[in-house]
């Protein structure tokens, strides 16, 4: 069993940046895949972004391409999510993932979830 905790959301002007941290517990990462979702209000929830612990590779969102990155800690088992140029349309409920997904953005595929974190962009 993994548990995830996010933290690091919060209220941040547009153009500004945030930095999202995942920590798990339980289990360690190596073999998962770490996603992260977000959902706005009254809008399902969509993939943001994700690396395979194993190799480091990443693939993210084509609306989040440029702006935002991730990365893992070994150690620390934790995956940090930095945020840049943040827009009013990023505003959501941002939740982290872990799992072995076949398609690295579906949301099905990724079995375990933390409680999310609210990241508000105002404008």
């Known amino acids: 069993q993994v548990r995830l905790i996010e933290s690091g959301g919060g209220l941040v002007q547009a153009g500004g940046s945030l930095r999202l941290s995942c920590a798990a517990s339980?289990?360690?990462?190596?073999?998962?895949?770490v996603g992260w979702f977000r959902q706005a209000p009254e809008k399902e929830r969509e993939f943001v972004i994700s690396i395979i612990w194993s190799t480091g590779s990443t693939y993210s969102a084509d609306s989040v391409k440029g702006r935002f990155t991730i990365a893992r800690d070994n150690g620390k088992n934790t995956v940090d999510l930095v945020m840049n140029s943040l827009k009013p349309e990023d505003t959501a409920v941002y939740y982290c993932?872990?799992?072995?997904?076949?398609?690295?953005?579906?949301?099905?595929?990724?079995?375990?979830w933390g409680q999310g974190t609210q990241v508000t962009v105002s404008s």
């Open positions: 339980g289990r360690t990462l190596t073999n998962h895949v």
């Open positions: 993932a872990a799992g072995n997904p076949i398609i690295l953005s579906r949301s099905s595929g990724y079995n375990y």
